[in-house]
């Protein structure tokens, strides 16, 4: 048996039999740092990426619902995966392998024009049709002082500022929409100078701003034509100062903790950096 075959479940490897005969691993793509496996494979001249989840995951059911609900705008243009097998219960999902390489580290994350073509994609999942919630604000506010008590490095007098700030937010109705969850170059392929779409265990109905924090904390920064042309390619620029605040603020103090708590160094200190900035910009 392939090594990486051999960290799923016996559910997992049954179900990729049945799915994908004669399979074998072409490459292992995964991070190593969350409790998954992301497998390119071939089976019978084809080529597959399967994504599993262990015990602590849970991002595989995220993932079913991106590709039943959402997902096709994107995959009719060919610019996301389709489909082809999945199992909630097993936490497995298999998809068409897309061509490409990765934006982040290469060329094309230098190229102004990855990030039109990526404010077009987003404009297009964005633009299927919202839902207004009106508990959306409190829940995410809970989240985040449930985060706050979890162990992280913030300092008890930052944090004690932190609580006193979300305590304080508003609560206004939103509208929520079809979101990505992780919308950044390390998601993003591109071939023959196209842009596509991968990964989608963070998908889930969220305010529009969801997907612009991510890109705010580096690539804005880095070369401010990448902004210039994200805000052309999706048509418009959401980010009114109350609520983007919020979601800058709450982006931060999550990175803040979850890196930590998984243990990455430099993630965790770029989200210390987002928490300075966000509370030097309110």
Do not use: C
Not at 166 to 184: I, N
Not at 203 to 229: G, K
Request: zero cysteines; charged letters at 30%.
């Amino acid at each position: 048996m392939d090594r990486s075959l051999s960290t799923l479940t016996d559910t997992q490897r049954d179900l990729l039999r049945e799915w994908l005969p004669d399979l074998h691993v072409v490459r292992d793509h995964s991070w190593g740092l969350v409790d998954n496996v992301v497998l390119e494979v071939e089976s019978q001249g084809q080529r597959f990426v399967v994504k599993a989840d262990g015990e602590t995951n849970h991002h595989i059911a995220r993932e079913l619902d991106a590709h039943e609900q959402w997902l096709a705008p994107w995959v009719a243009l060919g610019r996301a995966p389709r489909l082809v097998a999945g199992d909630r219960s097993a936490k497995i999902v298999v998809t068409e392998y897309l061509p490409g390489h990765l934006v982040l580290g290469s060329d094309a994350q230098r190229n102004p024009d990855t990030f039109r073509q990526a404010g077009e994609l987003l404009a297009i999942l964005h633009g299927q049709p919202a839902v207004i919630d009106a508990s959306y604000e409190a829940r995410e506010n809970a989240k985040i002082l449930q985060n706050l008590d979890k162990e992280h490095r913030i300092s008890p007098e930052l944090e004690t500022e932190l609580r006193g700030i979300v305590m304080g937010w508003p609560d206004e109705p939103v509208a929520l929409v079809p979101t990505h969850g992780d919308w950044q170059p390390r998601n993003w392929l591109v071939h023959d100078g196209r842009i596509s779409v991968i990964d989608f265990g963070r998908a889930a109905l969220r305010s529009v701003l969801a997907d612009w924090t991510r890109l705010e904390a580096r690539d804005f920064r880095e070369d401010p034509a990448r902004e210039a042309a994200f805000v052309e390619g999706y048509g418009a620029d959401p980010r009114e100062s109350g609520a983007w605040f919020r979601e800058r603020l709450r982006e931060a103090i999550n990175t803040a903790v979850w890196a930590h708590l998984i243990g990455d160094e430099p993630f965790e200190e770029q989200g210390h950096q987002m928490i300075a900035r966000a509370l030097n910009a309110s």
